[in-house]
């Protein structure tokens, strides 16, 4: 069983940095694409950044210039750092990987911007 598990979040102030971990149980290569996704405070999830297994990268408009994605493959495990953070940027981060037709998701982790 494909196993995603996130780390990095927490409380950090307006402006601040946070790094996000999504450790992978199997080779990140295998994955066509894999992206970070977003839940904020009744909002529905959103795709945030993705790299598919070519390199190609792709950002929401909200954090281009902001957020970089980037993946490790001798730890398994993608990135997204989070520079000049807003409030808005608050909400539950997701991992998602994509294996052929099959989706697999991490649990989430917080990530709360204060102002």
């Known amino acids: 069983q494909v196993q995603l598990v996130e780390s990095g979040g927490g409380l950090v102030q307006a402006g601040g940095s946070l790094t996000l971990s999504c450790a992978a149980s199997?080779?990140?290569?295998?994955?066509?694409?894999m992206d970070w996704y977003r839940e904020g405070p009744g909002e529905q999830r959103e795709l945030v950044a993705s790299?598919?297994?070519?390199?190609?990268?792709d950002y929401v408009s909200s954090v281009e210039g902001r957020f970089t994605i980037f993946r490790d493959g001798s730890k398994n495990t993608l990135f997204l750092q989070m520079n000049s953070l807003k409030p808005e940027d608050t909400g539950v981060y997701y991992c998602?990987?994509?294996?052929?037709?099959?989706?697999?998701w991490g649990q989430g982790t917080q990530v709360t911007v204060s102002s």
């Open positions: 998602h990987g994509r294996i052929l037709t099959s989706d697999y």
């Open positions: 199997e080779n990140i290569f295998f994955f066509n694409v």
């Open positions: 790299i598919n297994v070519g390199g190609r990268i």
